[in-house]
């Protein structure tokens, strides 16, 4: 058995503790199956707030992705400096160029990958907008071409 204790200050050094993680998707998630949907977070109800999503769309080798946005409406509240992609605001982002979509930027839009495999990431900010009248969120088609 372990004699040495953990400290808060000292860490776990001496115990001998060993520690296994696995990664599972909370919101987002990996998708394989052509002609599918991705929506945001609890989506027709409005996201929560500090929730980031990836979704990981992948197609057969040879074949590519098509992601159309049927509605897609992120709050513009912006906490701190806010100006052209800073400070803490709600986005989607196309991880493979880099590409920033917020507000209504992707609302009947499509979106085509130029490989197999298409990442997205959602990240909600910390203003709440649970309770807003407003529907915000997003729900977006995908299709293997």
Known sequence: KNKEKCLEEG???GTKVQMRLTAEYVCGGKFDVDNGVITSPLYPSNYINSEACIYDIVA??????ALTCEYFNLSTKC???C???????TYFQDITTFERYEGKDLEG??????KNHHTFYFLSNSKDVEDDHRQYGFSCSYNFF
Do not use: L
């Open 109 to 114: 839009k499509t979106i085509k990958s130029k």
């Open 79 to 81: 906490i701190g400096h």
């Open 11 to 13: 860490g776990c050094e």
């Open 83 to 89: 100006g052209e992609h800073n400070g803490d605001k």
């Open 60 to 65: 057969p080798k040879k074949k590519r992705i």
